[in-house]
C-alpha cells in the first residue's frame, strides 16, 4: 500500500523551519532585557573636566628636590637637614602660608622624601604637592 504518490519524492522542500530562529531571538532579548540596567550607571554624576594645564610656579612657593643621594635643595639651592626644618618653621608662620613643591628624585630612598612630609608637617605646613613629569606616551 503506497502512502504517497511518486511525484511527492522528487518535490523540494522549500520551507525554512522559523521556530529555532525565534527561539534564539528570544533568548538574546532576554539577555539583553536582563544586561541593560546592570551596565548603566546607578548614580548620575557630572564629573568635572580636567585640564592638563601646566602648573605655574608662584614666586611665593617654595620648590623642595630631593636628589638621588637624598640631599634637599630648597628653591634650587642646596640646604642641610637642620636648617631645612627652620626654613620650613619660618615658611608656615607667613601669611598666606607658600606652597610646598616636592620634586623627589625616582632613584631616591622613600625614607627621604618621608622625612622631609613629617618635618613639614611638624613646621605647620597646610599645602604640600608633589610635582612629576608627565609620561610620553609611545607612538
Known amino acids: 500500500m503506497a502512502i504517497g504518490t511518486q511525484d511527492d519524492s522528487d518535490e523540494m522542500l522549500s520551507?525554512?523551519?522559523?521556530?529555532?530562529?525565534?527561539?534564539?531571538?528570544?533568548?538574546l532579548l532576554i539577555i539583553f532585557i536582563i544586561t541593560v540596567p546592570v551596565i548603566k550607571h546607578a548614580v548620575n554624576v557630572d564629573l568635572p573636566r580636567a585640564s592638563n594645564e601646566?602648573?605655574?610656579?608662584?614666586p611665593e612657593n617654595i620648590r623642595l628636590s630631593v636628589d638621588a643621594d637624598g640631599?634637599?635643595?630648597?628653591?634650587?639651592?642646596?640646604?642641610?637637614?637642620a636648617?631645612?626644618?627652620?626654613?620650613?618653621?619660618?615658611?608656615?608662620?607667613?601669611?598666606?602660608?607658600?606652597?610646598?613643591h616636592i620634586r623627589g628624585d625616582k632613584a631616591v630612598r622613600y625614607e627621604r622624601v618621608a622625612l622631609a612630609l613629617a618635618a613639614a608637617q611638624r613646621a605647620g605646613m597646610r599645602k604640600i604637592g608633589f610635582i612629576t613629569e608627565p609620561t610620553t606616551a609611545s607612538p
Do not use: H, S, T
Not at 640631599?71 to 637637614?81: I, P, Q, S
Open 71 to 81: 640631599l634637599y635643595y630648597w628653591n634650587d639651592a642646596r640646604v642641610e637637614d
Open 54 to 58: 601646566k602648573v605655574l610656579d608662584k
Open 83 to 100: 636648617d631645612f626644618e627652620r626654613r620650613l618653621g619660618v615658611a608656615a608662620a607667613q601669611q598666606p602660608q607658600p606652597e610646598l
Open 15 to 27: 520551507e525554512i523551519n522559523m521556530i529555532p530562529f525565534i527561539d534564539v531571538m528570544l533568548v
